[in-house]
Every structure is written in C-alpha cells, then in structure tokens.
C-alpha cells in the first residue's frame, strides 16, 4: 500500500520559512506528478504548487515568488520550501502525487501537516 507522509509543519512567525516533506512508502515504480495543497479552517481545499516528472512547476499567484516547489527522483520524495510566510498561509498542508506502480496507477494524498504563521 501506497502512502505518503508529510512533516516539517509548525509555528513561525511572519516573514519566516519552513520547508515541508512529502516522503512516499510502498510498492512504486515512479512518481507522475507532485503536488501541495492547502485547507484552511471553514475554506476549500487549494492548490499551492504542483511539479511534473519532467520538473515543470506551476505555482498559485498568492506563492508564487515566496514557495518553492522541488522533489527527489532518486527518493521519491517531495518538498515545498516556504519562505516569507504570511499569517494568510496558515493551513493544513496535504502532499498529492500521482504513483505508478506495479500494474497500477493511484492518485495518493498525505494525511497533511499544519502550518501556522503568526502576526
């Protein structure tokens, strides 16, 4: 079974950084595509960044020049470094990612990390 594993949320004060993990397990071949996404209390769940197998990266406008999105194919691990946090950044962070594997493809989510940025 396919899982997906997030860590490095926390507390942190506006203008600062965290970087979060997305690390996998199970049977995979390889990793399609990547993806982070966030939920804040009483809101939808957002697209934050997604990167491709190839590497591109699309970025939601309110991160874009503030998140980084990058992953480890050796690893088959993902990241997302937060830099410049805003208090409007706070949420639950899920990890998303397309696995391949043996005679399967499966679209995987992390059970998510929560990130709270403070005034």
């Known amino acids: 079974q396919v899982q997906l594993v997030e860590s490095g949320g926390g507390l942190v004060q506006a203008g600062g950084s965290l970087r979060l993990s997305c690390a996998t397990s199970?049977?995979?071949?390889?990793?399609?595509?990547m993806g982070w996404y966030r939920q804040a209390p009483g809101k939808q769940r957002d697209l934050v960044a997604t990167?491709?197998?190839?590497?591109?990266?699309n970025y939601a406008n309110s991160v874009k020049g503030r998140f980084t999105i990058s992953r480890d194919n050796a690893k088959n691990t993902g990241y997302l470094q937060m830099n410049s946090l805003k208090p409007e950044d706070t949420a639950v962070y899920y990890c998303?990612?397309?696995?391949?594997?043996?005679?399967?493809?499966?679209?995987?989510w992390g059970q998510g990390t929560q990130v709270t940025v403070s005034s």
């Open positions: 998303n990612a397309g696995i391949i594997g043996p005679g399967y493809e499966y679209d995987a």
């Open positions: 199970g049977s995979i071949f390889s990793i399609n595509y």
């Open positions: 990167i491709t197998s190839g590497g591109s990266t």
